[in-house]
């Protein structure tokens, strides 16, 4: 059974520092994501990860997939305020209907 | 651009009552699922559609829930009779699968579910 664990479950930082999310899954896993999630509002997909070695970048956030170690990382650069939010990573079943399995998700907070 | 879209945004209930959350999906997607967020925790599967049948289901999505897909656009969730653990925040997600073609779920923004 896929299962996915995340951590920090909690992230307190400030402006302009950089901090590292790291999510591990428990068996093989076609793709990773990373979805943003702000209070009471839905998922924000982020990033999709395909295969070994893929990094992707979108602004102040890095994610990356190693499939051998089952580690995707989600790197923050110089925090900003606005990244305040619940950064949940998945991981697609292999097979079937292909279901995301969520990690418990990392609640960040960048404090000025 | 396409999106998903949920009725209603906030149900409130009373435990023993039937509810039907409703959601479009994107209109050239294939798979349609259901997830539910209880407050402050993590992101579950409940169901997933494929072909007019379900084709995966969680050990969350006992016999109390159904879906449906009444037409071509709409796709629904049924509670028969909520309890109060029912709670939650329910997404829709779509996606398409076309041969190679890398795919990704759309999330709805969610019905919240208030059981009284």
């Known amino acids: 059974e896929l299962k996915v664990e995340q951590n920090p479950l909690f992230l307190s930082m400030q402006e302009g520092k950089n901090y590292t999310i790291y999510c591990n899954y428990s068996?093989?896993?076609?793709?990773l994501y990373w979805y943003r999630q702000d209070p009471g509002k839905s998922l924000e997909s982020l990033f999709v990860?395909?295969?070994?070695?893929a990094v992707k970048q979108e602004g102040r956030l890095m994610a990356s997939l190693d499939t051998k170690a089952r580690l995707s990382t989600l790197h923050i650069t110089a925090a900003v305020h606005d990244l305040s939010a619940t950064y949940f990573c998945?991981?697609?079943?292999?097979?079937?209907?292909?279901?995301?399995?969520f990690g418990k998700g990392t609640k960040l907070t960048v404090n000025p | 651009e396409p999106e998903v879209t949920q009725t209603p945004s906030h149900q409130v209930t009373q435990m023993g009552q039937e509810v039907i959350l409703r959601c479009v999906p994107i209109?050239?997607?294939?798979?349609f699922y259901w997830y539910r967020q209880i407050l402050g925790q993590k992101v579950e599967f409940l169901v997933s559609?494929?072909?007019?049948?379900?084709?995966?289901k969680s050990e969350i999505f006992d016999d109390q829930f159904s879906v449906e897909r009444p037409d071509g656009s709409n796709f629904t969730l049924k509670i028969r009779s909520t309890k109060l653990e029912d709670s939650a925040m329910y997404f829709c997600?779509?996606?398409?699968?076309?041969?190679?073609?890398?795919?990704?779920?759309?999330f709805g923004p969610g019905t919240r579910l208030t059981v009284t």
């Open positions: 997600a779509s996606s398409v699968t076309q041969g190679a073609l890398i795919y990704e779920q759309y």
């Open positions: 068996t093989t896993s076609d793709r």
């Open positions: 990860l395909l295969s070994n070695g």
């Open positions: 998945a991981a697609i079943t292999q097979g079937g209907s292909e279901k995301l399995v």
């Open positions: 209109s050239n997607h294939l798979y």
């Open positions: 559609f494929y072909n007019n049948e379900i084709s995966e």
